[in-house]
């Protein structure tokens, strides 16, 4: 069965410094691999995907992911980090056999410091 | 952009209620809907996927006696929780998917057992 693994339960970075939030899948075929990030109470937002092509991808407010089929990875980026970017970020995993199921791992909450 | 609405944001309510949350997708028809559980600073855990017209595909550990789904039509899904106690407490969240689409979340909605 497919899994995802945050291995940082939370981070803390300065403001303005750049962020890499780390992102192992275990998935038997190619992956369709997403990251979301919500604010305390709220529901997710998507920040980016991948389901095929350019392993490298951007999304909204600045973010990119790359994709690593040889790690299994899917590391999220930013290179400036904003305030405003604290939050939990969640990478998960689709997988579209049978219809399609999207699986969560465990988050990473970002803590921005001035 | 394509919108999932979710409904209510937050109840709170006594101990053996039954109370139903709404799920709906406003500009598109949703193959597919998704409820998800969070508890507190956890991730989402996949509760049911339920496709318009069928019974729900419920994940293993889910009671579907306790959390009735119905997906009336392709853009409304509801979640009952019957005879609600204070261990359904959580945070709820529905998603949605067309075809060739990945999934939008709603808001969530805080249920609060009393």
């Known amino acids: 069965a497919q899994s995802v693994t945050q291995p940082d339960i939370h981070i803390t970075v300065s403001e303005g410094a750049s962020l890499e939030l780390r992102c192992n899948y275990s998935?038997?075929?190619?992956?369709?691999l997403f990251w979301y990030v919500q604010s305390p109470g709220q529901g997710l937002q998507l920040l980016l995907k991948?389901?095929?092509?350019?392993?490298l991808v951007q999304g909204i407010k600045g973010f990119e992911a790359e994709f690593k089929r040889s790690q299994s990875s899917f590391n999220l980026r930013k290179p400036s980090v904003h305030w405003s970017d604290a939050a939990e970020y969640f990478c998960?995993?689709?997988?579209?056999?049978?219809?399609?199921?999207?699986?969560f791992g465990a988050g990473t909450r970002l803590f921005v410091k001035a | 952009g394509a919108v999932v609405s979710q409904h209510p944001s937050r109840v709170i309510c006594k101990s053996g209620t039954s109370v139903k949350i709404e799920c709906r997708s406003l500009?598109?028809?949703?193959?597919?809907m998704f409820w998800y559980r969070q508890f507190p600073k956890k991730s989402l855990m996949l509760m049911a996927t339920?496709?318009?017209?069928?019974?729900?595909?419920?994940e293993q550990g889910v009671e579907k006696d306790k959390f009735l789904i119905n997906h009336a039509s392709l853009t409304l899904s509801t979640l009952t929780v019957t005879s609600a106690h204070p261990e359904d407490s959580s945070f709820y969240i529905c998603?949605?998917?067309?075809?060739?689409?990945?999934?939008?979340f709603g808001d969530g909605t805080r249920l609060s057992i009393l």
């Open positions: 998603s949605a998917i067309a075809e060739n689409q990945p999934q939008h």
């Open positions: 998935y038997g075929a190619t992956p369709y």
């Open positions: 991948y389901f095929s092509g350019d392993t």
């Open positions: 998960a995993v689709g997988e579209a056999r049978g219809g399609f199921k999207t699986i």
């Open positions: 500009d598109f028809q949703a193959t597919t």
């Open positions: 339920s496709n318009e017209g069928s019974k729900a595909t419920y």
